[in-house]
């Protein structure tokens, strides 16, 4: 075998491909150890195509940060929602009183230390946090790339005191990840699992919204 | 192949037009990041995953792309990278159980059309390469799974072009002393 391993490199680096066969042709050796790493080169190189739609992925992904190809229409329509939410919390203050919206904090943990910044890792958690929820029915969710991905109430509910909504999530895998509040005097549409969507369902039914900037997990 | 990919990705990045540069470069070297994850991985959702991330991550670094290097090293490095931590988390969580167990020596009758014989080589490959050193995983799988040459591969890695070279033939002669070992005889 080491007799051939100069023919073996150049086969690896195919740059030599005429003049390696050519030997292998007349070295039964050389051919022998050739077939051997020829058909473990194939076995490398197949592999499935994956997802058959994730070109769609890709963009669904970009388009939900706001910085691909929608993304001069989503920043119209975040102006629009903007205005919306604007108008929700004027609405609301009105009508609950002075205390203002709530506030939504969300903090990446590695164990038990605040990570600074917004990029956090794959097993780190956030700890979301709504204060001056008051009164309200309040619901803290938590989206991965715009789909639902945890939700209070399923299966733990989280956890109220006074006017203060808190909950701790485990990232578990990589995606951009965005904490939204719902709150209403009256019942908050249940989730569509899909973060435009419930938006839209919740600004509908005259409900507070407030979203989170986004955490991406890498 | 290559050059029409980096030639198409280019004058699209020149209009700065990024949508079509992302298309070109998601046309033409998605199966080869898709690859490179899924041998560095060996987890196929994972696998697709860190491929996404990789072409969301190139897309919003486009701007800012310095032309130093070509479109397919620069994605594949972003996707190695991707790749690494991803494989990081997972050692953390101690759920490395893809491949834990020894696949079964693949029997040598030849049924029709020698897939179950395909399926058995892919399964062994799965464990022999889990069995390499990190370094000599990453080195035989940049260099045959998705064909970067050595000189590339070097400066990827930041490692002598000669001690690439080295690595990539120690993983070759462990893989197939591994097949081998486990019945597949290429």
């Known amino acids: 075998m080491s007799e051939c391993r100069r023919y073996l490199e150049e086969f690896a680096e195919r740059e030599h491909d005429a003049e390696a066969r050519s030997h292998l042709a007349s070295c039964r050796e050389c051919a022998a150890a050739h077939r051997a790493h020829e058909a473990i080169f194939r076995a490398l190189r197949e592999s499935d195509s994956g997802d058959e739609r994730w070109q769609e992925s890709v963009w669904q992904r970009i388009d939900q940060s706001g910085s691909g190809r929608l993304g001069g229409r989503l920043r119209g329509l975040a102006l629009v929602a903007a205005a919306l939410i604007a108008l929700v919390g004027v609405a609301w203050l009105f009508t609950a009183g002075p205390e203002g919206p709530p506030e939504l904090t969300a903090r990446v943990l590695k164990g038990d230390a605040v990570r600074r910044g917004e990029s956090a890792h794959p097993g780190d958690s956030l700890r979301i946090s709504a204060k001056g929820v008051g009164p309200s029915e309040a619901r803290v969710r938590l989206y991965r790339d715009g789909v639902l991905y945890w939700g209070c109430g399923d299966p733990e509910p989280c956890t109220r005191v006074g006017d203060v909504l808190q909950v701790t999530v485990p990232m578990e895998t990589v995606g951009r990840y965005e904490a939204a509040l719902f709150w209403s005097s009256d019942p908050i549409p249940p989730s569509t699992g899909e973060l435009d969507r419930d938006a839209g369902l919740a600004l509908e039914a005259g409900a507070g919204f407030e979203l989170h900037a986004p955490i991406d997990v890498r | 192949m290559v050059e029409d990919v980096e030639l198409e990705a280019r004058a699209a990045l020149e209009r700065n037009d990024f949508e079509a540069t992302l298309n070109a470069l998601m046309e033409g070297y998605g199966d080869a990041v898709f690859r490179l994850c899924l041998m560095l991985l060996r987890q196929q959702d994972l696998a697709e995953d860190v491929r996404q991330l990789t072409f ?87 260099r045959v799974s998705v064909e970067l040459s050595y000189p590339e591969i070097s400066g990827m890695l930041a490692v002598d072009p000669d001690a690439v070279r080295m690595r990539v033939l120690r993983a070759l002669e462990k893989l197939r002393r591994c097949l081998s070992a486990k019945g597949v005889t290429p």
């Open chain 2, 56 to 142: 969301v991550q190139a897309f919003e670094a486009l701007p800012r792309f310095r032309r130093q290097s070509t479109f397919r090293t620069w994605l594949l490095s972003i996707a190695r990278n991707r790749c690494l931590d991803a494989a990081k988390h997972r050692k953390r969580q101690q759920r490395w159980v893809v491949d834990s167990d020894p696949p079964e020596p693949v029997q040598k009758s030849t049924l029709p059309g020698q897939r179950v014989e395909r399926i058995g080589i892919r399964k062994a490959l799965g464990y022999c390469l889990a069995k390499l050193s990190d370094a000599d995983r990453e080195a035989v799988v940049l």
